[in-house]
């Protein structure tokens, strides 16, 4: 089946006691058994929820893996994969991570007895000298938030093949839609669900795909043991949302790539990051990789200006100024000072992440008013 029909249909069956077409929510919080052995799958609903079920089928379907696993939200779903992990383990991952990620790792998981190695993942050399018998997991993140690198999945997932690594990859910003983890030889995907499945900026969620079993029964039970799973009210919004996926993500890929193009070619605008130019460093491998290039892109002011960032966050009509990603609606954000304004200065602007870096996730409105809304704005600053 093709990724559209599936979108539509995958994991949603009519209800069997009316033939509503629609999975209903089922908003409970246990089932009625016939007896103490003896249920119809379902006993409790932190274990099992029929909405969240179909949720899950169809998640599982549009990254063509065999198992899903809805959480409460993205983090959520990091939670448990790193719960898989003992004390003594090592962890390699990205120094260009979602602050999420890293603040959990560093965080939450470093006073377990857990290492993580932050090292530079868009050079896949960089992985064998902190390679050793102690790493048990491979954690990917591609493309980047904000500076759009690319790390090529399938070269990772080589370097580490036969060592009893597993290899998670956090597949938000490309959405099952235009990059599939599991067949470049992942492990695990793990989604934000809360940005383009859902899509419209109505729900926190993760998820996580697999095709292993033995890892579903064992992230399955952390899900039931630990409880971080999303409620049928959600889970419905997001089913709603995914029979959309295909039509919208065509939609910011078009849009992304004409706001792209604009911003490179406008006299105000320094460098734009987006994995579509020619020459981003990795834009071979997001050929490669990615169906498409996506409805995210930063760019930065030729004078790299503060003041003059503010100015144009403020000026534009269109766009709301916001954090998160994904949804119908453009947002406009200011990394420096919010969604990374924890990295202490030198540290960034290292990283390239400088004063007047602006993150766009560009939405599915048309272009001609995305494009006058920009237009305006530099015109301000
Ligand atoms: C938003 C996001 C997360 C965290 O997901 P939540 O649903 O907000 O918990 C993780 N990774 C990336 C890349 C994200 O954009």
């Not at 939450?108 to 007895?113: D, L, P, Q, R, T």
């Not at 390239?352 to 939405?363: A, F, K, N, Q, T």
Request: hydrophobic share 40%; net charge neutral; charged share 20%.
């Amino acid at each position: 089946m093709k990724f559209g029909t599936k979108a539509v249909h995958a994991g949603v069956e009519p209800d069997p006691s009316t033939g509503a077409i629609m999975t209903p929510i089922y908003q409970t919080s246990t089932y009625v058994q016939e007896s103490p052995a003896k249920h119809k799958g379902y006993a409790y609903a932190r274990g099992a929820n029929p909405t969240r079920n179909s949720l899950q089928k169809s998640i599982a379907a549009l990254e063509n893996g065999k198992f899903g696993i809805c959480f409460s939200s993205g983090m959520g779903a990091t939670d448990a994969v790193i719960k898989l992990l003992n004390p003594g383990d090592e962890v390699i991952t990205s120094n260009d991570l979602y602050g999420g990620s890293y603040r959990m790792f560093k965080r939450v998981f470093e006073k377990y007895g857990i290492k993580f190695h932050f090292i530079d993942l868009t050079k896949t050399s960089n992985i064998e000298p902190v390679l050793n018998n102690k790493t048990k997991l491979l954690w990917l993140e591609t493309p980047t938030n904000p500076l759009m690198n690319i790390v090529d999945i399938a070269a990772c997932v080589d370097l580490v093949k036969g060592k009893n690594i597993t290899v998670a990859v956090d597949n938000t910003f490309a959405s099952p839609y235009l990059q599939n983890p599991l067949a470049l030889g992942a492990d695990i995907v793990m989604h934000s669900v809360t940005k383009y499945l859902g899509g419209h900026s109505d729900v926190i969620m993760g998820a996580l795909v697999m095709n292993d079993e033995k890892l579903y029964q064992d992230l399955s039970f952390i899900m039931n043991s630990c409880g971080a799973v999303p409620g049928p009210q959600d889970s419905f919004l997001v089913l709603r949302g995914i029979k959309t996926l295909h039509l919208r993500m065509e939609r910011h890929c078009f849009n992304g790539r004409k706001i792209a193009e604009y911003l490179k070619s406008h006299p105000k605008v320094g460098r734009v990051y987006w994995p579509g130019f020619a020459d981003h460093p990795n834009h071979a491998i997001a050929k490669k990789q990615m169906k498409d290039f996506g409805g995210m892109l930063s760019f930065t002011l030729k004078d790299d200006n503060m003041e003059k960032a503010t100015l144009l966050m403020e000026r534009v009509e269109l766009f709301s100024l916001a954090e998160s990603l994904g949804g119908v609606e453009s947002l406009i954000n200011h990394p420096a000072s919010m969604t990374h304004a924890s990295i202490p200065k030198e540290e960034r602007v290292k990283n390239g992440l400088v004063d007047s870096l602006i993150r766009l996730s560009i939405g599915v409105e048309d272009i001609e008013d995305l494009l006058q809304d920009l237009e305006q704005a530099l015109g301000k600053v």
